[in-house]
């Protein structure tokens, strides 16, 4: 890639982009090494990549059958795959690059959702090292918290690095439901925390509260899991047989769950109706705040995308009126709402060919669609769909590999998975 280059240590923004879809692509198929040893958990080598593709993108589906029987060894990997993946793999390959020049800069960019131009540091290093500290923290503080519930060390551990990295993947065969309500409420309140942009929260620490509480993002984000509680209430509670407590309970913590793209569930979720179901789909595709561990379109873009409507709309009746789009009170350029329509269009245009395919493969329309969502979003888990009785080993391998397709483009977020395919990346200028 760079034979032709005086300073092989530069690299271009599509450059960049490559490289992290390189990176990504090729840690989850390493990491597959130790499943591919245990055959009688992963019966084929397509199961074990899916494993571990699904860990490092943080979807949390899985193909394994009874979980509380699968040696511990393989399931502190899992949890660890999804904690490298939440973060970033490349973040932690900036931290210990040394004279990368402005490489360091593009690789950060391609990894992080960069519309917003809040910073921490000047300095790309500075930033990462300083977002590693906060995920570090999170995942302690989350360790103390489910420590001192009804979870042992062990259990404790695994679910702190999969809740953080906003992964899902869990340590018992009933999912969070088979923990107390005290540990359920920890884990609402972790998920909710690791939607939450990383910056916001460095100045909360700092003692810039403002940055947080005034940011747009942060408030489309609670507002969203609000009303979304709201609606799956009044769907669980009037029309289905749960009782007022229940119903509020996991109507809170799937909405949480499935917006932070964790994919955590409860049994409650077996039972939510054909509505429930289409509208949790409907906020798979949100997806959490940027600069945090989500994936999804990022609710920063469903904003902009809301803003230039309204900004159509307005100038049909005001047609010599200047009308800027604003995030946070800062005018942006139309560059940045152009890649904001490109990106909602490539996402949309992929995931109905990911359940067009999957359809084709065998699969029965409607779970085609859910599961394309799904993967797609990097929330793992279906409801109505998958439960521990019913993973994702009962799918084909066409579809398997469709999907973990699917999960390496959502992580990604699009462009730096078809910077991959970049003629001018493989060619000499």
Known sequence: MYANRKYPQSLTKKEGRAVVGLIWSIAPITASVPFLLLPQYFSSPINALFESFSGFTTTGSSILHNIESVPKSVLIWRALTQWIGGLGITLFIIMFMKNFRNGSNYLFNAEFTSIDKEKIHPHIKQTVSRIFLIYLSYTILAFTLLFFGDMDTFTAICHSLSTISTGGFTTVNGNIGQFSSYT?????????????????????????????????????????????????????????????????????????????????????????????????????????????????????????????????????????????????????????????????????????????????LGNEFLPSIALSASNLSNVGPVVGYISPETTYDTLNDGSKITLMILMIIGRLEIFSFLAMFSKSIWTKD
């Open 184 to 360: 359920q409420y920890v884990i609402m309140g972790l998920m909710f925390l690791s939607g939450i942009s990383y910056v916001l929260v460095y100045w909360l620490f700092k003692g810039k509260a403002e940055k947080l509480f005034k940011d747009e993002q942060t408030k489309v984000y609670t507002l969203i899991i609000l009303i979304g509680t709201i609606t799956l209430f009044i769907s669980l509670f009037f029309f289905h047989d749960h009782n007022f407590v229940v119903s509020l309970k996991s109507s809170l913590f799937h909405i949480v769950s499935v917006v932070s793209t964790t994919g955590y569930y409860m049994p409650e979720a077996q039972d939510f109706g054909l509505f429930a179901v289409v509208f949790i789909i409907i906020l798979m595709f949100i997806g959490g705040s940027s600069s945090s561990s989500c994936t999804g379109l990022k609710i920063i873009r469903v904003i902009i995308l809301y803003k230039y409507l309204q900004q159509s709309f307005k100038q049909m009746f005001h047609p010599r009126a200047i009308l800027p789009i604003r995030y946070n009170k800062v005018a942006l350029v139309d560059e940045a709402t152009g890649l904001v329509f490109g990106f909602f269009f490539l996402y949309l245009m992929i995931f109905i060919l990911g359940a067009f395919i999957l359809t084709i």
